[in-house]
């Protein structure tokens, strides 16, 4: 029994192992966005991580955050920058609105009913493009295409992740409260708990994208390549389709 409890693929291990996981890419996540302006560098780079994690194709943290980083760097500060300038004059026309307009009744509403739907578009652009970059080479202007079109397309799953996040960190503060080491765990975990979350959710999408390789075309393409109409093998065929036409004759045989 208790061989079975320190072995390291018991689900209790690779649990905890995740964990640690999840706090080593906060740590490289925090470092990497303190300039602000890579902060879009460090989330793709992040979620290329936990999109790894999700498919078991990861094979060290560091290794992986950085390549990505360095990879996705150019295009994902040119995609962060004016989400950053946009993001603040949002924040910033929705508070003008509060305070300048509070005595105008149905003209502040309005106001601060677009900026809102404007912000939610935002929310939706930022929560897509970052594992899009990370998942897909693609030119900048169609990964933000790329990126908006997939957050309506999947409303569902887009608010699923929203409303995932939001009891995330509403759990993080209840516990604060009542079960303080709970909340010490989630916040050394950080942001990448949520990317990992929303990474479950993303690579489901993800997948109906990506090329789907023909097996039965891939593994007869080589034996036409080297017979000729009669049926009858070309010269320099390889031994690897004598075999496998040897094989289909005996078959047909029996």
Avoid at 147 to 161: D, N, P, R
Avoid at 166 to 184: D, E, K, N, Q, R
Avoid at 195 to 223: C, G, Q, R, V
Wanted: aromatic residues 14%; proline residues 3%.
């Amino acid at each position: 029994m208790l061989q079975g409890f320190f072995n390291y693929d018991n689900p209790i291990w690779r649990f905890v192992g995740r964990l640690g996981d999840m706090m080593v890419l906060n740590v490289l996540w925090i470092l990497c966005s303190l300039p602000v302006f890579t902060i879009g560098a460090s989330t793709t780079a992040l979620y290329y991580c936990t999109l790894k994690i999700v498919r078991n194709e990861d094979y060290g943290n560091i290794k992986m955050f950085f390549k990505s980083f360095s990879q996705n760097f150019k295009q994902a500060t040119i995609i962060w920058l004016p989400m950053l300038f946009i993001g603040g004059v949002l924040v910033f026309d929705f508070n003008f609105f509060g305070k300048v307009m509070a005595d105008t009744g149905v003209m502040r509403i309005i106001c601060q009913a677009v900026t809102m739907a404007i912000m939610v578009i935002w929310i939706f652009e930022f929560l897509y493009v970052w594992p899009v970059l990370s998942r897909f080479d693609n030119t900048i202007k169609n990964t933000v295409t790329n990126a908006a079109f997939m957050s309506i397309k999947y409303l569902g799953s887009t608010l699923s992740m929203i409303i995932s996040d939001v009891i995330v960190v509403g759990i993080a503060y209840v516990c604060l409260f009542y079960v303080g080491w709970i909340t010490a765990v989630m916040v050394l975990m950080g942001f990448p708990l949520l990317a990992w979350i929303n990474s479950t959710m993303l690579e489901h999408i993800f997948e109906k994208y990506m090329p789907k390789e023909d097996e039965s075309h891939n593994e007869l393409n080589p034996i036409l390549q080297d017979i000729n109409i009669d049926g009858t093998l070309k010269d320099g065929a390889s031994q690897e389709t004598e075999s496998a036409l040897e094989g289909l004759k005996r078959e047909e045989e029996v």
